[in-house]
């Protein structure tokens, strides 16, 4: 048994954790099912680790999306159990029938919106009342699993250090709440600190600390736009050499420093000279204080890798998992350096490039709007695994109304268009549920969908799209018109 006391840290969950830890151990082999974003990397790693820490024998797969197909090749692989992280809440109907027909029995750690039917083992923020879209995420519900199954099975880890993966899932799937981790994924911060491996700490909230040349990290920084620096790489020059201290590198060659090579002095310098800058040329006080915030070290991680913070480090992931190589961003989780990460590597060069082309390309499409929602149609422009974190930045473009929700689509096969809708706090705060309109509308053109109120997306049959936008434009209407 673990020497210490342990502190279940989200107390209204601890139940379901822990039966849903008891089935686990009482499997003789467990078939792990996964999402396949940084969440959903974050959270079949946690997981893994702990069934392994265990002793259970397990496999592990990742799916796009979990549909009717998916849960049948699932049923075929023929295990007693199966563990579903990052989703399977939507999907209960379906699996509650293959659990009637004795195909399998499910254990869920999931934070999407739960469909109707009732399982046994289920733990999911939104059954206690705990927000899945900003105060757990599926990496934060597989961690309190694997603390419930540490307690369970008297190994020696109490799982603790499987806290930093469990930030970086929550931070992947945006949950941070202006820039901060809130609710019950505080209590997973607090425990990562404890265990050694994370630190919190206020420090410039730009993407890119770790790894970025600060130039770059100046020119492509666009949560707040700054006049003459951003997406302006001699400006970003010119302000830097301004400045009354040297960011080269020592050694002459030219070359800038990165964020993490600087002091704590010339951190504050830049950052003061910044906010100055920002104030100068006419950015609101309240934005341009969000140029500071809250940031999440993996205090294992080498300093100056993308796996040292939080934000690189899930963007890492998604480069791999949403170009199916999930294979490459799970090893990288479970700790394996050398050539997974150096292929993680080449695989973020691409999706950087992807994502800003993607959003050139919505650029210049532009949207079209009906009452109550935008949405644009980027084809084969734009891959159906990322056209949601396009949409999401899209929102934040000149052009594309930040005051109503944008609703993307992308082919993904011959007969169907994907679908990726995107909000914002103030539109949520005004009653819209994506997941809810996602769900209906697709529902209403025989697809199907889900998700959270500020996220969520659809399949759909190609030939619906119109009918699509008219009754998910219905449903916002309904919900904050
Ligand atoms: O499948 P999953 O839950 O992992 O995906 C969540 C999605 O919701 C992510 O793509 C994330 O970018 C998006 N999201 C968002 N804004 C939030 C919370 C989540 O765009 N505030
Ligand atoms: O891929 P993911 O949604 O995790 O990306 C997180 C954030 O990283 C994006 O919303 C974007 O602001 C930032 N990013 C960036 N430059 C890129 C790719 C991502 O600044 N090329
Ligand atoms: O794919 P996208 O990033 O747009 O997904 C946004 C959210 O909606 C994710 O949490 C995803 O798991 C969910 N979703 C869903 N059902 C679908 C498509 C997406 O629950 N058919
Ligand atoms: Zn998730």
């Known amino acids: 048994m673990p020497t210490q006391p342990r502190v279940m840290p989200v107390p209204e969950l601890d139940e379901r954790a822990r039966a849903c830890a008891s089935r686990l151990l009482d499997s003789d082999r467990v078939l792990l099912a996964s999402h396949i974003d940084a969440d959903g990397l974050t959270s079949a790693a946690i997981a893994s680790r702990a069934l392994e820490r265990a002793g259970l024998d397990h496999e592990v797969v990742f799916k796009k999306q979990l549909d009717e197909t998916e849960i049948a090749s699932i049923a075929a692989r023929e295990f007693e159990t199966v563990l579903f992280t990052d989703f399977g809440s939507g999907q209960l109907d379906d699996i509650a029938k293959h659990e009637r027909a004795g195909d399998f029995e499910a254990v869920i750690a999931d934070h999407h919106q739960p469909a109707d039917a009732e399982t046994e083992y289920h733990l999911n923020p939104l059954l206690e009342g705990i927000d899945g879209a900003s105060e757990l995420s599926g990496a934060g519900a597989s961690y309190l699993l694997a603390r419930a199954m540490a307690e369970r099975s008297g190994q020696r880890e109490d799982n603790r250090d499987l806290a930093a993966l469990a930030v970086v899932g929550a931070v992947g799937d945006m949950q941070a709440v202006d820039g901060e981790l809130v609710g019950a994924n505080r209590a997973l911060v607090e425990e990562g600190s404890e265990a050694g491996v994370l630190e919190e700490g206020q420090d410039i909230a730009i993407y890119g600390k770790q790894t970025r040349p600060l130039p770059k990290l100046l020119e492509y920084a666009t949560d707040v736009r700054i006049p003459g620096i951003t997406n302006n790489e001699q400006g970003a020059v010119g302000f830097l050499e301004e400045l009354p201290v040297d960011l080269k590198t020592p050694d002459g060659d030219g070359e800038w420093r990165r964020w993490v090579d600087l002091t704590d002095d010339e951190k504050q310098t830049v950052v003061s000279a910044l906010l100055q800058r920002a104030l100068e040329r006419g950015v609101p006080p309240n934005k341009a204080e969000r140029l500071v915030g809250t940031t999440y070290t993996l205090t294992d991680e080498r300093p100056g ?63 079209e709007t009906a009452e109550h929602l935008q949405y644009f149609d980027a084809g084969e422009e734009i891959r159906e695994t990322i056209v949601g974190i396009v949409a999401g930045m899209a929102l934040g473009v000149d052009g594309v109304d930040s005051d109503r929700p944008i609703v993307a689509f992308a082919r993904k096969n011959e007969e169907e268009l994907k679908v990726s809708a995107r909000g914002t706090g103030p539109l949520v705060g005004r009653g819209l549920d994506l997941s809810v309109v996602m769900s209906e509308a697709s529902r209403a053109v025989g697809g199907d969908g889900g998700g959270h109120d500020i996220a969520a997306g659809a399949t759909i049959p190609d030939d619906r799209r119109e009918a699509f936008v008219e009754r998910a434009d219905e449903l916002v209407a309904s919900q904050i018109g």
């Not at 890492?316 to 961003?329: I, P, S």
């Not at 292929?343 to 532009?366: D, I, P």
């Open 305 to 367: 890798t993308s796996l040292r913070d939080a934000s690189e480090f899930s963007t890492l992931l998604n480069a791999t998992a949403r170009y199916e190589r999930a294979d490459v961003g799970l090893a990288v989780c479970l700790g394996e350096r050398g050539e997974p990460f150096e292929q993680a590597r080449r695989l973020l060069e691409t999706h950087r490039r992807n994502l800003s082309e993607g959003l050139e390309q919505v650029k210049r499409q532009g949207v």
